[in-house]
């Protein structure tokens, strides 16, 4: 069966003439399956071509597992379940400037980082990039709400998904598809070195986030296995290589997590490395996993942060956590559903 929702236009022109079909049909279809619809719906496209589809090609199809509305904001995040009974979460958020989501990309993760609950069951398998797609269809269809940008920051690691997810930047930024700029997509990291330099060569007008949660390859390590393979001199030479390629500035995430990566002494090393670099640090007062020992960082202790970081000229915001009461943070709800 042919995965058609991961296929670009020409793709499709391919396969409709590889089943003797004319390829001119090929962007009406396209149209349709990013609007989400089924073949059913497609009213353009002939019963017989429709049934012939159904016959050949399949569709990832996902269900609402659960559903959590924030009732301090308005964000909603679901728990959706694929038909192999998989499921990942996603996370409609609202701003000013209009909504976001927050998209999974694998089904678990491997990168093993300690106060993250994404990975603690290890990877159970990729996404497409049709299931990366349907995660945005699924929730404008059930929301009612248009998504405006895009951030995959949710469950997984996009570059360990390198293939699939450079498929679904491609397909969700198509003209004739969703049509959602690059400059309103924002791909984060925990800082895989080779492929960022792949990334790099694709000069794609993406925002780079890189989850750095530490100044140093010492504290890196004790909470992020990747440091091991790679060390943050490494990571910071293909930030650099990134952004002479694409002209875009790096944002770094930056977990505060008490006692571990919060004192002084990071903050000050952390400005060191940056000085000069004109780039964005996000700090995100850590979002305490039941399973793990690890707690936030006061209020103070990110509030002396920020002012050390700032004396190094660095530009730094301290991350609003929406939808704290449903834990939007990803990783947690599907957690909860697999040890029922
Ligand atoms: N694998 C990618 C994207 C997924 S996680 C990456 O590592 O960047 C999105 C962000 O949330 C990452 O910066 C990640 O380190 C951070 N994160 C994970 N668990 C967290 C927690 N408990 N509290 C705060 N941030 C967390």
Redesign the pocket.
């Known amino acids: 069966m042919f995965d058609i929702k991961s296929a670009t236009i020409n793709e499709i022109k391919e396969f409709m003439t590889s089943i003797g079909e004319s390829a001119y049909r090929a962007e009406q279809i396209f149209v349709w399956l990013s609007r989400g619809a089924d073949f059913d719906e497609m009213t353009n496209i002939p019963v017989a071509l429709r049934n012939k589809l159904k016959e050949k090609c399949y569709l990832p199809k996902v269900e609402i597992e659960r559903k959590l509305i924030s009732k301090i904001d308005e964000t909603i995040k679901y728990l959706f379940k694929f038909s192999d009974g998989e499921m990942v979460e996603t996370v409609l958020l609202s701003y000013k400037h209009g909504n976001s989501i927050c998209l999974s990309t694998q089904v678990g993760?491997r990168?093993g980082?300690s106060?993250?609950?994404?990975t603690m069951n290890g990877l159970s398998r990729n996404l497409t990039a049709s299931e990366i797609l349907e995660q945005i269809t699924a929730t404008e269809r059930d929301s009612g709400c248009d998504v405006q940008s895009i951030v995959?920051?949710?469950?997984?690691?996009?570059l360990d998904n390198y293939d699939n997810v450079l498929k679904f930047l491609h397909l969700v930024n198509d003209k004739n598809g969703l049509n959602i700029g690059m400059r309103h997509i924002s791909l984060?990291?925990?800082g895989l070195v080779d492929k960022i330099k792949m990334l790099a060569k694709e000069n794609l007008q993406i925002t780079l986030?890189?989850?750095l949660?530490a100044p140093n390859d010492k504290i890196r390590s004790l909470i992020m296995p990747i440091a091991k393979k790679y060390s943050i001199d490494e990571l910071f030479t293909a930030c650099r290589e990134y952004t002479e390629t694409t002209g875009r500035r790096i944002s770094y995430?930056y977990?505060m997590i008490a006692g571990v990566n919060d004192s002084p002494e990071c903050a000050r090393e952390l400005g060191r490395r940056l000085f000069g670099t004109l780039t964005h640090v996000n700090l995100?007062?850590?979002?305490?996993?039941e399973e793990k020992s690890?707690n936030k960082s006061d209020k103070n202790v990110i509030s002396d942060f920020t002012k050390v970081l700032e004396e190094y000229k660095i530009r730094v915001t301290v991350r609003r956590r929406l939808g704290s009461d449903i834990n939007a943070?990803?990783?947690q709800l599907r957690n909860k559903q697999l040890v029922k």
């Open positions: 993760c990168m980082c106060f993250c609950a994404s995959l920051m949710g469950i997984g690691e996009p984060s990291t925990c986030s890189i989850s949660h995430e977990a995100i007062p850590l979002n305490p996993v690890y943070s990803c990783g």
